[in-house]
């Protein structure tokens, strides 16, 4: 089993930044991919970015530019750095791990992220 706990979250202004984190334990194959996706009022769920355990990366169109995905891979742990957010940015970010194997996806509790005009 493998256990996300995120961290990170919470209310800016526009223009503002804010850093999300997500700690992952338990059973984590070696090729695997860390990521955050998020999830407005009323819509889908959404990829936001990705990052290999070999350091592969990819966003979101509407996220180019702005956000930047990071890991630490001795503490699998994964970062997302948020700059020029935008009331459109609102939504609850989920952390999730895929087995690149099997492609088993685990998912973190999410955090809220809001984002006033």
């Known amino acids: 089993q493998v256990r996300l706990v995120e961290s990170g979250g919470g209310l800016v202004q526009a223009g503002g930044s804010l850093r999300l984190s997500c700690a992952a334990s338990g059973s984590i194959s070696r090729l695997n991919a860390m990521g955050w996706y998020r999830q407005a009022p009323r819509k889908s769920r959404e990829l936001v970015a990705t990052?290999?355990?070999?350091?592969?990366?990819n966003y979101a169109d509407s996220v180019k530019g702005r956000f930047t995905i990071s890991r630490d891979n001795a503490k699998n742990t994964v970062y997302l750095q948020m700059n020029s957010l935008k009331p459109e940015d609102t939504a609850v970010y989920y952390c999730?791990?895929?087995?690149?194997?099997?492609?088993?996806?685990?998912w973190g509790q999410g955090t809220q992220v809001t984002v006033s005009s």
């Open positions: 999730n791990v895929k087995n690149l194997i099997t492609t088993t996806m685990y």
């Open positions: 990052i290999t355990s070999g350091g592969s990366t």
